[in-house]
């Protein structure tokens, strides 16, 4: 097993073997020219993730306490002899086979699975009120109505040819990754939890179809009990299909999607069903859940189920983080051709990237749920939020957080804003909604990732390598202060020289005789931009406290302009690709309407970005706080009779507030002490800088949903969801193509998130009809005045 060094630096991290033997482009030695002046070292800390909420599974966490975290990686491609009990010439050739003949295999036979299901009540009533079955019938009836769901019904894990799948895995994964590291620090964990008899359950976020394969190896090699996977691929042969079944793959119905799968009456009593029996067989379960969707998440809802109603006692949930170098591109359409097309493709294909997995650690779902902690009681619809004040202009929110009711699909789901709002449905939303910031907090951030997140949003027009090297630096050292990991270790040359290597098809590098220092230029192209902006996202995660903070100061700077409050902007000169010079706000803001504006933002960000046991206010003061950390802001007090610090009141009382309130922070204050609080843009050359840096992480986000609300009145509505989603992207990327800017605004996952904000803010309104559910605009925003207002609000976040 390679573990990494105490100063965090391993070779497999950084460079494939073939990627250091290859010849260098000009560019490249270039670039390695020019950065071997440049001595530095990049990780030497590396920063523990993975653990519980300390708010919502306290007992989880204080299990964890006291236990080594330091135990390195495991790169997964690395099976060399002495892995094995064997030594020698014809064992070093066949290492992999041997070591995986060597891992502990837990068979899953199927036995009565199938009878079990079918004497579930739920099952049984789904068959009487829906197919008409008499109560009391022969089981050959039930069996006929059932015969769809035989195959799902019969996966099992064959210990055989889940070792010869995991050999060709490990083969075919050598040829697309340079290594596949995985972190050790919580494999103790979660033996330890296997060996209790835990029920573990893994989750992840959808990125690619290697993440479902990735996790079972992983625990394979690691002696761990492989999990049933569920996957959303579409299989048509039926060779693959029956392979796949038998080594834990739970596949959809042939020609289904996930959502048209739900839709039928009998789809979800009988999945429901089959969890249980896999629960009680003691089985591992692996789930993908996808943030823009929510598909996944009705596995996560059904265990939820199970263990309220006591036929499950518990299990424990592990989110996983997997970071890519670059993320495979991968088709949910698979048939025996494409498959042997894509084969016969690795053959010729040499290995680029790495891989980065991180097991979190394990946490009690029933302490999660039946603790309290994890409240729902404030949630409201977005529209009770945020159009008091884009239609009415009110100066104060209505404090509470986003309902995402859509995160757990239902066939009702057109209907349920007229229905009563479901406890029970909101709270295993909030269960969803916490695995889905779990995973995306473990999750490292890759060097192609940090490099393309400097390109998109601090050097948009180019920077030399020198000038990118220094960013370098700073932004990792930025990113563990955060307590965020990084997926890459090694010299400044080796990493720069790496991520650019990886990146180069999307870049413009200009290296030419008269210029020492190279110039880098991100592709302005629809494709470019695109895969920069999905490698960058992670980043805007781990900085969404500051790039909400500073779109409310930019918002608030841009009301002190258009209002003709005295302001300057001192500019000493341009040299070359820099301003020289500080940027000088005459201007003072104040920290009430500072938390306003960052409390309305919030309530516009796509889910997974705010930790969800946090409330929006306490969130939105710690946005203002953390532009106070960056050096953005300034504070100031005007002064006055009693110091602010005085913990005395004017009536010589003490005020107590309670610690086991989960809402209280030590940011929050009275609204008399907000309102004499202010702060100034600080001075030093870096602040502007900094500032556009971090409102540009949201102003793709944000620029999609004013283009969106500007094309609504291009659509002839009302429309099937499907198709008006395809429009809405058309329309983004049309104006993308003819403003030659901005295309990191009109991806699909862009056009579906701006959709289901319109949607959840009461601009589109949905109809179920025979066809599906048909989108239009209601009649309130029908009217130009009032789609005005919301991209004025939407518009004035953005810096440009």
């Known amino acids: 097993m390679v573990q990494e060094k105490n100063d965090g630096i391993n070779k497999d991290m950084v460079l494939s073997p073939f990627q250091q033997n290859r010849p260098a482009l000009s560019w490249e030695m270039k670039i390695k020219t020019k950065l071997k002046t440049v001595p530095a070292c990049l990780g030497k800390f590396r920063p523990t993730v993975g653990q519980c909420c300390h708010q919502c ?15 390195g990686f495991h790169n997964l491609l690395s099976v060399n002899e002495t892995h094995t009990r064997y030594r020698g010439w014809l064992v070093r050739r066949v290492c992999g086979a041997l070591f995986l003949s060597g891992c502990k295999v837990y068979a899953s036979p199927v036995s009565n699975r199938l009878e079990r299901v079918c004497q579930s009540n739920s099952v049984k009533e789904a068959l009487t009120t829906e197919h008409k079955v008499p109560e009391g019938s022969d089981s050959r009836g039930e069996l006929n109505h059932l015969s769809p769901f035989l195959p799902l019904l019969n996966t099992c894990i064959s210990p055989g040819l889940l070792r010869f799948l995991s050999w060709v895995l490990l083969k075919m994964f050598s040829s697309v990754f340079g290594s596949i590291q995985v972190n050790l620090n919580h494999l103790p964990a979660l033996h330890r939890a296997s060996q209790e008899g835990s029920l573990l359950v893994y989750v992840y976020m959808r990125q690619s179809v290697v993440d479902s394969a990735l996790i079972p190896l992983v625990l394979l090699c690691h002696n761990l009990r492989v999990p049933y996977t569920v996957c959303p691929l579409h299989i048509n042969s039926s060779s693959i299909r029956s392979i796949l079944q038998k080594v834990g793959v739970l596949l959809l119905p042939p020609a289904l999607t996930e959502q048209e799968a739900e839709m039928d009456s009998l789809h979800s009593p009988v999945m429901t069903s089959l969890v249980r029996e896999l629960l009680h067989e003691g089985q591992a379960i692996s789930v993908g859940v996808s943030a823009e969707s929510g598909q996944g998440g009705q596995w996560l809802a059904r265990i939820r189920q199970l263990i309220k109603e006591g036929s499950v006692p518990d299990v424990s949930l592990v989110p996983v983080g997997i970071s890519y170098d670059c993320v495979p591109k991968t088709n949910t359409q698979v048939c025996f051709s494409s498959l042997l097309r894509w084969l016969w493709s690795l053959l010729w294909r040499r290995p680029e990237g790495s891989v980065r997995i991180h097991l979190a650690q394990p946490f009690s779902l029933k302490e999660m749920c039946e603790s309290g902690m994890c409240r729902v009681d404030e949630w409201l619809p977005l529209q009770d939020l945020l159009l008091p004040v884009i239609l009415n202009h009110r100066a104060d929110s209505v404090f509470g957080r986003r309902r995402m009711s859509w995160l757990l699909p239902s066939p009702h789901y057109a209907s349920e804003l007229k229905e009563p709002i479901d406890a029970e449905r909101d709270l295993s939303i909030a269960v969803i909604l916490h695995l889905i910031f779990s995973a995306a907090s473990c999750t490292a951030v890759m060097s192609t990732s940090l490099v393309s997140s400097l390109l998109l949003y601090r050097h948009r027009k180019g920077v030399s390598a020198s000038a990118l090297c220094r960013d370098v630096v700073w932004l990792t050292e930025e990113l563990l202060f955060r307590n965020k990991d990084v997926g890459f270790g090694g010299s400044l040359e080796e990493v720069v020289h790496y991520s650019l290597s990886l990146l180069a098809p999307h870049l413009i590098i200009a290296a030419v005789p008269s210029r020492k220092d190279p110039f880098i230029v991100p592709r302005p192209s629809l494709a470019a931009t695109l895969h920069l902006t999905l490698q960058a996202q992670i980043v805007t995660h781990t900085f969404i406290l500051e790039a909400v903070g500073a ?67 306490s969130f939105a003061l710690d946005a203002v706080d953390s532009l106070v950390r960056c050096n953005i802001l300034i504070m ?82 009302p429309l099937p969801e499907a198709e008006f989603v395809a429009q809405v992207h058309y329309h983004l990327c049309d104006t993308a193509n003819k403003k030659k800017q901005h295309y990191e605004s009109c991806s699909e996952e862009a056009a579906h998130t701006a959709v289901r904000s319109l949607i959840d803010l009461g601009v589109l309104s949905q109809e179920r009809q025979k066809g599906g559910v048909f989108l239009g605009v209601c009649p309130l925003f029908q009217l130009s005045e009032n789609r005005q207002k919301l991209r004025r609000f939407i518009s004035q976040y953005l810096y440009n």
Not at 57 to 71: A, E, F, H, I, V
Not at 555 to 560: G, T
Not at 700 to 713: E, I, S
């Open 57 to 71: 599974t306290p007992d989880s966490l204080r299990k964890k306490l006291g236990q080594n975290s330091s135990l």
């Open 551 to 617: 779109c409310a100061v930019s918002a608030m700077l841009c009301e002190v302009v258009g209002s003709g409050v005295s302001s300057r902007v001192r500019n000493d000169g341009v040299d070359g690709e820099q301003v020289n010079g500080d940027m000088e706000f005459d201007v003072v803001l104040c920290q009430s309407e500072l938390t306003e504006r960052a409390l309305q933002l919030s309530h516009l960000l796509p889910p997974g970005f705010m930790p969800p046991c946090q409330s929006s206010q």
């Open 636 to 717: 100031e007090e005007i002064p006055r009779d009693v110091p602010i610090s005085d913990s005395w009141r004017r009536d010589g009382a003490l005020t107590w507030t309670t610690s086991d309130d989960p809402y209280h922070c030590d940011s929050d204050c009275d609204m008399e002490e907000q309102e004499l609080r202010s702060y100034k843009i600080s001075q030093p050359s870096q602040c502007p800088e900094m500032l556009f840096f971090l409102c540009s992480m949201l102003a793709g986000h944000l620029r999609a949903l004013c283009w969106t609300t500007a094309g609504l009145d291009l659509l002839h509505t």
